[in-house]
């Protein structure tokens, strides 16, 4: 199976700006969570959609929003680009099973300017 | 609220030693999942090994084992004859609500 993939894995913008993350899980799952990383904050959870519902969402402003499509892929959106979102955007597949592990994509390094 | 603590930023480990990182947990909930990921320099987020909390036996997959004691919430993961591969940041993580809540991290590095 193909892992999870996200595009575009570099992008740089200016402050003000608005940009748009693709994340298209592995096959047959159908929940899809977001991640920022950055040196300060570390690792905090955005949000993960199921079957194109969010079930839950991390204690992020509005400029932050993301949806899911009927196929599981995702998309995330941040407007306004601030410097403080230059970061690591990390898309995770959640499978089946017990332990429901989430599996990741390689991100999306957002350099904000 | 969960929380996950990583109390060693950096750990060397000689090739072919073994190495144990530390990593503790704070939850009421009853029932929980604890992870840990490796991420090399490219960023990429690769999965370990599992514990559910009701695991009666410690989980182990290939050269990676947990060490797993729930009554002092502890979660360390002991990696056996280090390679040079090896050399990357480890995270703990536990889920809840569908969200992984991370720890800080530990960077390791293998020295030859």
């Known amino acids: 199976k193909a892992g999870v993939t996200q595009t575009p894995r570099y992008l740089i913008k200016t402050r003000g700006q608005q940009v748009t993350l693709s994340c298209s899980p592995i096959s047959g799952h159908r929940s899809v969570s977001w991640y920022q990383q950055t040196p300060g904050q570390g690792l905090q959870f955005l949000f993960e959609y199921f079957s194109e519902t969010q079930r839950n969402k991390g204690n992020f402003p509005g400029r932050f929003s993301g949806r899911q499509f009927s196929n599981s892929r995702s998309e995330m959106n941040v407007s306004t680009l601030e410097l403080g979102d230059s970061a690591l955007y990390l898309c995770?597949?959640?499978?089946?099973?017990?332990?429901?592990?989430?599996?990741f994509g390689p991100g999306t390094r957002l350099l904000v300017l | 609220a969960q929380k996950i603590t990583q109390t060693q930023p950096g750990m060397f480990v000689q090739e072919k030693e073994a190495v144990t990182l530390d990593c503790t947990y704070d939850t009421s909930d009853p029932s929980y999942g604890l992870f840990w990921y490796k991420q090399p320099s490219s960023g990429e987020m690769i999965f370990l090994i599992y514990?559910?909390?009701?695991?009666?036996q410690n989980a182990t997959e290939g050269r990676y084992s947990l060490n797993f004691q729930k009554a002092r919430k502890s979660a360390n993961l002991v990696i056996s004859a280090s390679q040079l591969g090896d050399s990357a940041m480890y995270f703990c993580a536990m889920r809840r609500s569908y969200q992984l809540t991370f720890g800080k991290g530990t960077k390791l590095s293998v020295i030859p």
């Open positions: 995770a597949s959640t499978g089946s099973g017990i332990a429901e592990t989430q599996y």
């Open positions: 514990q559910g909390s009701y695991d009666q």
